[in-house]
């Protein structure tokens, strides 16, 4: 990707993202119900996001909060690249690590082991660059002694730990969150935190999707707020905050 | 690009370790599959029906095991990304390399079958020519392209249409009557064989068979094969390639 000079790590101008109300689609429906498939495929009338824009600037904590359904998990998916917009502009510059699912296509029957190596390949990394930090990412997971056996004997805090451990191994310039922070206990939980802190020292981007707002205010130095699919509020988490009381009442 | 390569190879790796994992035994169950429908046709052909085809069992085997590397690949597409639904919605990476994966493990498959026959046809007096050194790659890339063009179609379109996985099933076994496994293309009367040649298929397994039984393979219908396997490739390639962008909100 190539990064841009203008300072922003990711900019959405005027998004929009419209989904078919036709999910998953038969072909007895697609026959039986032809002209309401055909305007519905060309034209799709579910607008998660309805004229997004936002910019987050490189190095900075970002905030996006909003009630279960106003868009935030897709503005996440736009900028990890996995759906595309239907109108508007998505630009996203950096080496990007999407923590919108902690251990992307681990599997139970291979080893920990194997599972970090494809783990890593499926985030980016090279193989070489897999085998030089093999050794922080285990340590850092802490599951040295079970390295070796099948990932279904470990137990889903240790499967997280790997995951988490991988993901944060790739060099990210820009970190997208989505609520990961949310599971694991409470020991877990902190060595996450401490993390997020060692890149925002670092200048590393984050992007935290949440609506738990004691961590964007703890976290972040600018929010928006959204509401079915538009901003309803932007700036200082304290300044959001009173909107999202408001919208969460 | 590299970057894809070493993804695409994790991810064959991946398949191939995970296929028969905790069976006991594991990859010669590749084998035994082709093996037994090869007995079974050898029984009803040879001993029921007394067909005179000499040498049947190897004239089979010799068909059998491509066709089940490319039978395999398809009826497995229509569920690649249905199977890999947790990936493609949460992380982005070119999603061509998950169908490309899955019949990278069928040919790697596919090539052990090959090793594991040498062996077998040195023993039973009908020796691999030299031929064999450039006509298994050039075949195999060929039947590799059309078996890519036809899964990324299954595969892509299965997100949008799931009735498409069970026609493929109905659709693989008459490929398979339509393709010469069973007999030999030379058998046919010249009106159905100028049917069966839209066939891609047709310009796979002959050939392949051929090979085995005389140690030869011809340029020209290596030729046709080519062509249509670049058809075919460019039609799956280009179906892909309109539906991909849909996949993850479809899954």
Known sequence: MPSSSDGCAVAFRDVVKAYRRLSTTGLKHALLHLPSFVREWRAPTIRALDGVSFEVRRGEAFGIVGRNGSGKSTALALMAGVLGPSSGEVRVSGRLAPLLELGAGFHPELSGRENVGLNAAILGLRRREIRARFDAIVDFAGVRDFIDEPLRTYSSGMQMRLGFAVAVHTDPEVLLIDEVLAVGDVEFQRKCLDKMAEFRKAGVTIVLVTHDFSTVLSMCDRAILLERGRVAAAGAPAEVAPEYQRAMA | ?251
């Open chain 2, 1 to 251: 690009m590299t970057r894809h390569a070493e993804l695409l190879w994790a991810l064959v790796a991946k398949e191939f370790k995970v296929r028969y994992k905790n069976t006991a035994l594991g990859f010669l169950w590749s084998v035994a599959n082709p093996v037994a429908f090869a007995l079974v046709f050898y029984f009803v052909f040879v001993h029921v029906l007394r067909n005179p085809t000499p040498n049947y069992l190897v004239f089979l085997l010799a068909g059998l095991f491509p066709w089940h590397c490319t039978a395999s690949a398809l009826s497995g597409a229509p569920t690649v990304y249905l199977g890999n639904a947790g990936l493609v919605k949460k992380v982005y990476f070119p999603r061509i390399l998950l169908p490309m994966a899955a019949l990278g493990n069928n040919v790697v498959h596919f090539l052990l079958v090959i090793v594991v026959a040498v062996p077998v046809l040195l023993v039973a007096g009908q020796p691999p020519s030299l031929a064999w050194l450039w006509a298994v790659p050039a075949l195999l890339v060929v039947q590799c392209a059309v078996t890519l063009g036809l899964a990324l179609i299954l595969s892509s379109l299965n997100v949008y249409f799931r009735d498409l996985a069970e026609l493929t099933a109905i659709f693989v076994q008459l490929l398979f009557f339509m393709t010469p496994v069973l007999y030999s293309e030379t058998a046919l009367p010249e009106k159905v064989r100028a049917i069966l040649q839209f066939n891609p298929m047709y310009w796979i397994i002959p050939p392949w068979r051929e090979l085995v039984l005389s140690g030869r393979m011809s340029g020209a219908g290596l030729g046709v094969g080519a062509a249509v396997g670049a058809a075919v490739l460019l039609l799956g390639y280009g179906v892909h390639r309109r539906m991909e962008g849909g996949l993850a909100e479809q899954l």
